[in-house]
């Protein structure tokens, strides 16, 4: 018996991996770490037929064999006289061979049919996914190897929001390779604005997704994983706390769920902007303060406070002149101080200056610089420290370079003094707002341009070498705005985006996170440009600032009274495809003490199955009332009806549907929402 696997030619990214055809009794096909097995009696009736599949299994291997549907030759059955088939005896075959079907429940039908009528003869069985730690295994001696295409979307673009706008701010890395995201909204909530966080897989499905906030304004601008999985959230509020607003701390689980919470504060405002964790595992926050700190009458000064790992305060100091002091960044350095980043317009030459402050353990200053001349030179983008103790800082300046702003990178010694400097931008408005050492030795740089890409603004990213000089430049986006602020490497030499855009998804602006490779880009993916951003040196001498800590006045620990709050919105694929589900109807019927909810598509491509969810307000949390999927019963040239029976439903009470459909890659779309109340019917006899 031969074993046969063609090659698949598709226009996306392949990963080439051994499969393993195993002949003999119980045969398997070993793909990745999932192992597919033949079930099915000689007789041929069906002796299983398992809905519950492994998914990534499903998905690998109808992209490995059915790219054209299915009917995929995957094995030679031999001919008619094979003893092993004797079902049909006499009969030659001109093209015997297993074909795989793809089930609408998920299950794969492997048939041996022959093209000779008169043989009249079908074998069926399944095939059932088992998945394994390892794909070692102990096979016949008749094998093949060979390699198989398989399709898997390891970079991706995705936005998350609802109808009104999203904010995303910050972004952390996950154990278990995933991430968090987190910002705020403006499309959930009982505030204005609330916390909003988001846990993502590697392929930037959902896994968690809640709100926390009060009646007034609640922001997320940091946020981190420990190493016992928890998270801290930090941001501000102003929905509790000693002042307008104050600086917020949340501490949450694996699960998204508040360990604990609390604001710090006084009469005035402060908000904070970003948090590190410290040597003793507590935490340091930086932000500003419109309490009166170091200057009398100072519109803003530059706060820090020191927490432990229960959030309990051990310091809070203020930093400032007369002006206004902005804080963007914080650092733990590897002497145990901080490294701090903003602008100015209290110190330096003129305008806005670019900042440096240097503090020791306790908070008190070690030294203060400011760079910049009679124009506007800004930070808003994070510093860092190499290993061999210099300090990279990040801004934007309209001093220098090319344009009307361009992304500003500095290298400083150990006491603040430059070692290079470069510009980097085109003739419009560049603004880095998010610098990561690479692995190599180098730097990623990223933020806004409006010089370069389709937008009004899009998305930058550089990579520079050691020295800052341009390795690969990227941008990103689409016809509205776009923005990163955080940006992350992964093991693999791929880098994490996070910010937001208003060229697709739900509405107003999205949150966005995107994962491009190792040279910026994302396979057949219509946002990626090469960008031609000119490299100009700079010139600029730091100036010395002599300025003191001052304790912060009387500060106040506030306990806040945030409940987690599940939110409902799907992952949008940013790629620039089209929508794969074509919806004919998607209606909602009152029946008894029910509702009948219905619709109809009129082709699915790629289509693995649907989700209902309903609401008690239009634009409220969503819950999902389905407990497995739906599976999908269309196919690209022919649609199909599916009907839901919600027996969960009170009547005369009025419910709000959304029907979600996902397709293979995990990229779900939403439609909806529609509008019912359920009735009570009436009955003469009972």
Not at 178 to 191: L, R
Not at 359 to 387: F, I, P, Q
Not at 420 to 437: F, P, S
Not at 507 to 528: A, L, N, R
């Amino acid at each position: 018996m031969n074993t046969i696997i063609s090659s698949v030619m598709h226009k996306k990214l392949f990963i080439i991996v051994s499969v393993v055809i195993l002949i003999g009794t119980g045969n398997s096909l070993v793909l990745g770490e999932c192992i597919i097995e033949w079930v099915g009696d000689e007789s041929g009736s069906i002796i299983t037929q398992e809905t519950s599949r492994t998914l990534e299994a499903a998905r690998q291997l109808e992209r490995a064999l059915l790219p054209a549907g299915p009917g995929f030759i995957v094995e030679d059955c031999g001919d008619g006289d094979d003893p092993e088939f004797p079902h049909c005896p006499g009969c030659r075959a001109t093209k015997p061979g297993w074909l795989v079907d793809v089930c609408l429940d998920g299950s794969y039908t492997k048939k041996c049919l022959y093209s000779n009528p008169e043989c009249g003869w079908t074998h069926y069985g399944t095939w059932d996914v088992v998945c394994e730690s390892t794909t070692t295994t102990t096979i016949s001696e008749t094998t093949t190897t060979t390699t198989v295409p398989i399709i898997t979307p390891n970079y991706w673009a995705r936005t998350y929001g609802g109808s009104q706008d999203d904010y995303s701010y910050a972004f952390a890395a996950t154990s278990d390779g995933g991430g968090v995201v987190a910002g705020y909204t403006e499309s959930f909530g009982v505030g204005y604005r609330d916390v909003w966080a988001l846990k993502l897989d590697n392929q930037g499905n959902i896994s968690w997704q809640k709100r926390y906030g009060g009646s007034g304004l609640d922001a997320a601008y940091s946020i981190l994983q420990n190493a016992d999985g928890s998270y801290i959230v930090q941001g501000y509020t102003g929905s509790y706390g000693a002042g307008s607003f104050d600086i917020l701390l949340l501490k949450l689980d694996s699960s998204g769920n508040i360990m604990w919470q609390k604001a710090y504060g006084g009469p005035n405002f402060e908000r904070g902007y970003s948090i590190k964790q410290t040597l003793d595992n507590g935490y340091v926050i930086a932000g500003y303060t419109g309490t009166d700190g170091s200057a009398e009458g100072s519109s803003n000064d530059i706060l820090v406070l020191k927490v432990d790992g229960n959030g309990n305060l051990s310091w809070m100091k203020t930093y400032g002149g007369s002006q206004g002091d902005h804080v963007k960044s914080i650092t733990a350095t590897s002497d145990g101080g901080y490294l701090v980043t903003g602008f100015t317009e209290s110190f330096g030459a003129g305008g806005r200056d670019l900042f440096v402050l240097k503090l020791d353990g306790s908070g008190d200053v070690t030294w203060m610089k400011t760079y910049g001349t009679s124009g506007n030179d800004v930070s808003y983008a994070n510093g860092l420290e190499n290993e061999d103790g210099s300090y990279m800082v990040a801004g934007a300046t309209n001093s220098f370079g090319a344009g009307d702003f361009d992304f500003w990178l500095l290298k400083l010694d150990s006491n603040g003094n430059i070692i290079w400097q470069k510009t980097y931008g085109g003739i419009k408005r560049d603004v880095a707002t998010a610098l990561k050492q690479t692995t190599d030795g180098g730097y990623v740089l990223t933020g806004q341009t409006a010089s370069f890409g389709v937008g009004v603004y899009d998305t930058l990213l550089l990579k520079l070498d050691s020295d800052g000089t341009i390795i690969w430049q990227k941008n990103y986006g689409g016809t509205g705005d776009g923005h990163a602020f955080a940006i992350h490497e992964s093991t693999n030499g791929s880098f994490i985006l996070a910010g937001y855009e208003n060229s697709s998804g739900a509405g107003g602006y999205d949150y966005c996170v995107m994962k491009v490779d190792s040279f910026g880009d994302i396979p057949d993916c219509s946002i990626v440009g090469t960008s031609n951003a000119v490299m100009t040196p700079s010139n600029v001498s730091p100036i010395t600032v002599n300025i003191s800590a001052v304790s912060f006045p009387n500060p106040v620990t506030t306990v806040t009274y945030f409940s987690p709050v599940n939110t409902f919105v799907s992952a949008f694929n940013f790629c620039g495809e089209a929508t794969l589900i074509s919806l004919s109807s998607f209606t909602a019927s009152p029946a008894n003490k029910a509702v009948i909810v219905k619709w109809q598509t009129e082709s699915e491509i790629d289509n693995v199955g649907f989700n209902l969810y309903r609401c008690t307000t239009e634009t409220g949390e969503y819950i999902k009332i389905n407990t497995e999927l739906i599976p999908a019963k269309g196919s690209a040239t022919q649609g199909a009806g599916y009907e839901f029976i919600d027996k969960n439903v009170r009547n005369r009470k009025t419910y709000w549907y959304k029907l979600e459909d996902i397709d293979i890659n995990g990229v779900s779309t939403l439609h909806g929402p529609i509008k019912v109340t359920p009735r009570i019917i009436h009955r003469l006899f009972q």
